[in-house]
């Protein structure tokens, strides 16, 4: 039985893993490897969690080559192509680099030892304790559920209302 669902039986390749608590109703983790959802997952939560910090700065903080935008959705088009394109390709670049250039959900984890998530840095910061690294690994992991979620809805509250996230 599933810890989170308990009509639904427990995932068993969630197993091991931090966060488990037998949440997979649509059987993700049964059709795809593991590791790369786990890594998705990370990625995608770390950027949501600078997202979420950027969406609220740039209502209040202006470069000085730039207009200032009062709703964030605008942001992009105030910064332009050649600007989302420069941070389309870093991205891209930090990818590369990161995995040794398997980027493909197939070569992704050639190396049976690597672990998802980590891209060798800030590794020096965690604990020593394994119980503690756990700890600090999983309150990365539900914040960045919080904040995959809280930029959905700072931008969906901004394209509803017309407003800026917080009036000045």
């Known amino acids: 039985m599933s810890g989170s669902l308990p009509f639904l039986t427990k995932p068993s390749n969630l197993a091991g893993y931090v966060g488990d608590v037998g949440f997979d109703p649509l059987g993700f983790s049964d059709n795809f490897d593991m590791k790369w959802l786990r890594e998705a997952e990370l990625k995608h ?3 949501a969690m600078l997202a979420a910090v950027g969406f609220v700065a740039s209502e209040f903080v202006t470069f000085p080559m730039y ?12 910064v332009g192509t050649s600007a989302m394109m420069q941070l389309l390709f870093a991205a ?3 990818e590369w680099r990161t995995n040794k250039g398997n980027i493909t959900a197939e070569t992704m984890f050639s190396d049976p030892d690597r672990e998802p998530g980590n891209i060798g840095f800030g590794l ?15 309150q990365e992991l539900k914040n960045g559920r919080l904040a995959m979620l809280a930029i959905g809805g700072m931008i969906h509250h901004n ?10």
Do not use: I, M, Q
């Open 124 to 138: 020096k910061y965690l604990p020593k304790d394994p119980k503690e690294a756990d700890k600090l690994r999983l």
């Open 45 to 47: 939560g770390r950027v």
């Open 67 to 78: 207009e200032h935008v009062d709703e964030s959705n605008a942001a992009p088009a105030v």
């Open 159 to 168: 394209f509803v209302t017309g407003e800026p996230l917080l009036p000045n």
């Open 92 to 94: 891209g670049a930090e």
